[in-house]
């Protein structure tokens, strides 16, 4: 349940439905690796806050889940989700540059850390920014600090890292927006996979948002999916960041 509740909380994706959904295009003329990076860097995503509310299920081999949440996001600077089921909150994440922090009220727990313990669950190092990246539909990589081969592969743009030595990265854009279709970190060595797939976005605020999230991390012959779908979304409003463990919980440490 530790580890249900942390990928649940952290991984908490939202946007808006149905404002404008967008109609991906299929890429068709090869284009260079920084012409593809360029457009997709084009594309608006600068807001103040975020308010989002969503419902996800999540599935493991051994048990499956479903809930609702909201997400709070103040750019570049705090993450805060809470996640319900029926009603009642059973978990709440804090998420800074500095630290992630969750509790959750089934055991009584809370934890108080880095990104290290998220790191090693997914593959690939994390920090702030890749994770508010991810949650946004946007290159979880700062994509002018590498170098990519770019080709087509399924009627997508594909950007493969040709740097990196140990964990393969691979982004794929459709042809419209060059909005992000699917990311995946793979570490071979170590038989981890992570991959998030981006099916629809939409447009609200002048923002490109996803509208649905798939999100499957792999490790040795375990699998874990978190399907997430966005309810409703609100942009640059003002709202407080509310967050306290409570009273008599215990802290874990994970390894």
């Not at 029926?86 to 992630?100: D, F, H, R, Y």
């Not at 690939?124 to 949650?135: A, E, F, G, P």
């Amino acid at each position: 349940m530790k580890r249900i509740s942390f990928l649940i909380v952290v991984f908490m994706a939202v946007s808006c439905k149905p404002k404008q959904l967008l109609v991906s295009s299929e890429a068709s003329n090869e284009i260079s690796a920084q012409k593809i990076i360029s457009n997709h860097y084009n594309n608006n995503f600068d807001f103040s806050t975020l308010y989002i509310k969503a419902s996800a299920k999540y599935q493991d081999d051994k048990q499956s889940q479903g809930v609702t949440a909201e997400i709070k996001i103040k750019k570049n600077e705090k993450i805060l989700v809470s996640v319900r089921f029926l009603g009642i909150t059973m978990a709440k994440a804090l998420i800074t540059p500095e630290s992630v922090q969750y509790y959750e009220k089934m055991n009584g727990s809370y934890f108080e850390g880095d990104y290290a313990a998220l790191s090693q669950w997914l593959g690939t190092d994390l920090d702030y920014n890749k994770v508010q990246n991810m949650l946004l539909g946007k290159a979880i990589d700062d994509l002018t600090q590498s170098k990519y081969k770019a080709t087509i592969t399924d009627k997508l743009y594909k950007l493969e890292d040709t740097e990196s030595k140990n964990t393969h990265k691979e982004f794929f854009f459709e042809a419209e927006q060059f909005l992000v279709k699917k990311q995946e970190v793979s570490q071979q060595q170590l038989a981890r996979r992570f991959q998030i797939v981006y099916p629809e976005y939409q447009k609200q605020n002048d923002l490109f948002l996803p509208l649905l999230l798939n999100i499957e991390a792999n490790q040795d012959d375990k699998k874990t999916t978190i399907d997430i779908d966005y309810k409703s979304v609100s942009v640059n409003e003002e709202f407080s960041f509310p967050y306290s463990v409570p009273d008599g919980y215990e802290r874990i440490f994970i390894k």
